[in-house]
């Protein structure tokens, strides 16, 4: 297998198809159109690295996944989880991030790079109050770069057309993946209960 080992061989293949528009897109700041499209994305991947490796999380809320602060300034709430703490674990060590947001029904995925704090000042938990209830931490993100990404990829996918869909009934559950990976493990008690428990569970 022939390997690309150097950046000049990978520029001799992409470079001469690098467009101006794919230059222009990215600013230091949220635009007006940039701020909107975030403010509608109700879901986002968090790429984050730290001293173990790399970790990219889900991060979701109807409500819009972040709160726009100012055009360079995020609050990314951490609601209820696994307690993983994978991507805060990274933040607090090195504050390098990366968010790619998503908007059910359009093909155009944003994208921004920055840099994280993790805060647990209390005025800042509790204006993010839902149902009673708080989050343990807030992710301060300032932006150093932000942009549209090419929507080929998503249409290549066809991300939205519910023709494509699969229906979860041929999908393995939550409970038979763990059994798969360790072994000796109740899926069908933890798949029964799991529904309740993550909706008692969700904020």
Known sequence: ????????ELNAIYGAGLSQ??????????????????????FMALATVGPEGLDCSPRGDLGGVVRIIDDTTLHLPDWRGNNRVDSLSNIVRDPRLSLMFLIPGSNTVMRINGRGIVSNDEALLESFEMDGKHPRTVTVISIVEVYFQCARAVMRAELWNADHFVDPANLPTPGQMLKDAVGDFDHETYDREWPARAAKTMW
């Open 1 to 8: 297998m022939k390997i690309i080992s150097n950046i000049e």
């Open 21 to 42: 528009a794919s230059v222009d897109k990215v600013t230091k700041a949220l635009t007006p159109l940039y701020r909107g499209m975030i403010e509608r994305s109700p």
